[in-house]
């Protein structure tokens, strides 16, 4: 068992003297232990005390492909002892754009940005432009990247959040301009009613609704039956936009994103993370008309990395890598996913601990709960959180490194042996939770 961490405290002890906060992103300060890393590969991950991990973290999901994947590698090796960004045209940026053209149902034409952050502020941006209208409609629970007129009800408290009939807009961070709130009416996810009589009332007003297509930043809910074709229909009844947050889904659930899953084809989509295989890529893709609307029709945006030869030549290979086999690779890496959750929730069972695990194989996650059925954030915030810390700290004595909120992802080279070494890890954790064994 790893119970060793002292140049991790040490470093960050150190780290925190310069860098604000230690971290480099504040969301990674809530970890079970704020580690610092010297190696990885394949889904194996090592800090700096020589404690390896299997990795479910996955760079908070971009490493698709896992840690230093070969093709990646030699994609990089050349990409390097090329010039690293010409801010101007390549070929690597039409190919990378055809590719992605021809595996997402909604692409007919795609512009690329750096971050998920940025990729969300061009669509609302084009939706807003197509139009001529002010307001978005987002759902409770759903991240939308960190920019001032996105980071609203995000992980708001109960006793911030309003009623379900009506939501307050709350603001996801101090110095945000309150004015962000103006522009967005939230609402609850996976309620179609909710979302009707909104457009009933200001159908007229809205530019777009936005969602993720599977609610993975509040513990990997999915879609009801109906919801995103409920949408689709109000989006067109209305002359408003459906957007798609594939960030997470992208290249992780299919490589035709969640669109092609569920059969619903937005009229924008983002995508970031996995796409660029662990280098910063997102992509911003839609119908044609939408997308023109940048040069030619006065939609503004912009980006010194745009397009970057280096992102762009690990995006291709990771694609490349994925679509291999007409997608057995990823559909493989789903199932072996799916083995994980089953496990996890069997094991629970035997130990009669109350325990949903919602998700699709390579994104999912772990919820304490006597709840059945997880619809939407508001349903989550039930959830057992100190139970699910003291797993979380039993697991990564196991050697199982994992995201704060009980999420997991899973990439094509976690093997059938690290799923089942993980599964006994998991129910030592539980066993342990269960005896009270969480001493820090
Ligand atoms: C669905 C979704 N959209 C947007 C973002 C923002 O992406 P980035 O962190 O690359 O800015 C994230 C990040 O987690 C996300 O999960």
Redesign the pocket.
């Known amino acids: 068992m790893i119970s060793e961490w002292g140049r991790s405290r040490q470093f960050f002890e150190r780290s925190q003297r310069s860098l604000a906060g230690g971290v480099s992103s504040p969301f990674r300060r809530n970890l079970a232990e704020t580690l610092f890393f010297q190696d990885g590969s394949g889904a194996e991950i090592q800090d700096i005390d020589g404690n390896w991990y299997t990795d479910y973290v996955l760079a908070?999901g971009p490493l698709i492909l896992g840690h230093k994947h070969p093709a990646i590698v030699e994609a990089l090796r050349k990409a390097v002892e090329a010039p690293h960004n010409y801010g101007a045209q390549h070929e690597l940026e039409f190919v990378v754009a055809e590719l992605i053209c021809s595996l997402i149902p909604c692409a007919e034409r795609v512009a690329l940005t750096s971050?998920?952050?940025e990729a969300?502020q061009l669509a609302m941006r084009l939706a807003r432009a197509h139009t001529h209208r002010n307001l978005l409609v987002k759902f409770e629970g759903h991240?939308?990247?960190?920019m001032d007129s996105a980071l609203l009800s995000y992980h708001a408290s109960g006793t911030e959040i309003g009623p379900a009939q009506k939501p307050n807009v709350v603001l996801g961070s101090r110095g945000q301009v309150p004015n962000a709130a103006d522009n967005i009416i939230v609402l609850p996810w996976n309620d179609l009613q909710a979302a009707s009589a909104v457009f009933a009332e200001r159908g007229d007003e809205i530019a777009g609704i936005i969602t993720?297509p599977v609610l993975?930043?509040s513990g990997c809910l999915m879609p009801a039956e109906g919801f995103l074709p409920g949408l689709r229909r109000l989006a067109d009844q209305h002359g408003a936009l459906l957007i798609f947050?594939e960030?997470?889904t992208g290249f992780r659930i299919a490589t035709g994103g969640a669109q092609s899953v569920f059969n619903v084809i937005p009229d924008i989509a983002?995508f970031?993370?996995a796409i660029g295989g662990g280098l910063p890529l997102?992509v911003v893709a839609g119908r044609k008309e939408i997308l023109e609307l940048i040069v030619d029709g006065g939609v503004v945006f912009g980006g010194t990395f745009n397009g970057n030869p280096i992102s762009l030549a690990a995006a291709h290979a990771t694609i490349a890598e994925l679509i291999r086999d007409k997608g057995r690779t990823l559909g493989e890496a789903v199932k072996s996913g799916e083995r994980l959750m089953n496990g996890l929730r069997e094991a629970a069972n035997r130990r009669g601990v109350p325990l949903e695990v919602t998700g699709f194989g390579t994104a999912f996650s772990v919820h304490f709960t006597e709840r059945s059925s997880l619809g939407n954030y508001r349903d989550t915030l039930g959830d057992e959180r100190m139970v699910l810390r003291s797993w979380l700290r039993e697991c990564l004595k196991e050697g199982l490194y994992l995201l704060p909120d009980g999420r997991m992802y899973t990439s094509v080279v976690h093997t059938d042996e690290q799923i089942s070494r993980t599964l006994e890890a998991f129910d030592r954790a539980l066993a342990r939770c269960l005896a009270g064994a969480t001493a820090q």
Do not use: A, L, Q, R
């Open positions: 908070w971050s998920g952050s969300v991240y939308h990247g960190w993720e993975c930043n947050d960030v997470i983002t970031g993370k997102s």
